[in-house]
Every structure is written in structure tokens, then in C-alpha cells.
């Protein structure tokens, strides 16, 4: 069964940092891309980031480039969310899922979503 958990949310300041994980399992990183999507209250589901481990390829939304950075451990499976210069406007909850990696990050390429991650950046 493939499946993805999210982990590493949580409360901080403005220009602080997070590290959120996806840890996944049922399949490695060669198979599935895995993407990086946040949802504030009364906002739709938005792409972040997203890594295509299998070719190299990384794609950030603009409102994140040059603050986030995806990496991928194909070892451990588990693909990371380096989150810097943190603002209020990042303040969301952060899901990860696995499918297919373009410069859209596009939700309807995505299934196997998992729970989230709250992250809440104070101001």
C-alpha cells in the first residue's frame, strides 16, 4: 500500500525555520514523485515544491522560491521540506503526497496524500 506521513510541523517565529519530512512507504522515490502542498484556512490546496528523485528534478511554487528547499533521502525513503525565512503568510497546513513531479505541482497529479502538518509562523 503506498502511503505517505507527514511530521515536522510546528509553531514559529517569523524568519525562524522548520524541517518538515515525508516518510513514505509501499514504493521507493524512483517510482513516485512526491509533492509538497500547504492549505490556509478558507484557501484552496496549493503546490509548494515537489522532487522527481528518479531524474533530479525540483520545482517550487514563487511565493517559496529562494526560503524552501526539497530534498529526498531515497535510503530512508523520506523526502524533506527545508523551510527558511519563515513568514505569517506560510502559516498553513502542509501535506505531502506521491505522484508526478511538473512545474505546475498540480494537485490532481498527486494521490496518496497524507494527514498533514500544522505550521503556524507567528508574527
Known amino acids: 500500500e503506498v502511503q505517505v506521513v507527514e511530521s515536522g510541523g510546528g509553531l514559529v517565529q517569523a524568519g525562524g525555520s522548520l524541517r518538515l519530512s515525508c516518510a513514505a512507504s509501499g514504493f521507493t522515490l524512483d517510482d513516485y514523485a512526491i509533492g509538497w502542498f500547504r492549505q490556509a484556512p478558507g484557501k484552496e490546496r496549493e503546490g509548494v515544491s515537489c522532487i522527481s528523485s528518479s531524474d533530479s528534478r525540483t520545482y517550487y511554487a514563487d511565493s517559496v522560491k529562494g526560503r524552501f528547499t526539497i530534498s529526498s533521502d531515497n535510503a530512508k525513503i523520506t523526502v524533506y521540506l527545508e523551510m527558511n525565512s519563515l513568514e505569517p503568510e506560510d502559516t498553513a497546513v502542509y501535506y505531502c503526497?506521491?505522484?508526478?513531479?511538473?512545474?505546475?505541482?498540480?494537485?490532481?497529479?498527486?494521490?496518496?496524500w497524507g494527514q498533514g502538518t500544522q505550521v503556524t509562523v507567528s508574527s
Open positions: 503526497a506521491a505522484g508526478s513531479c511538473t512545474w505546475r505541482i498540480q494537485r490532481d497529479e498527486f494521490g496518496s
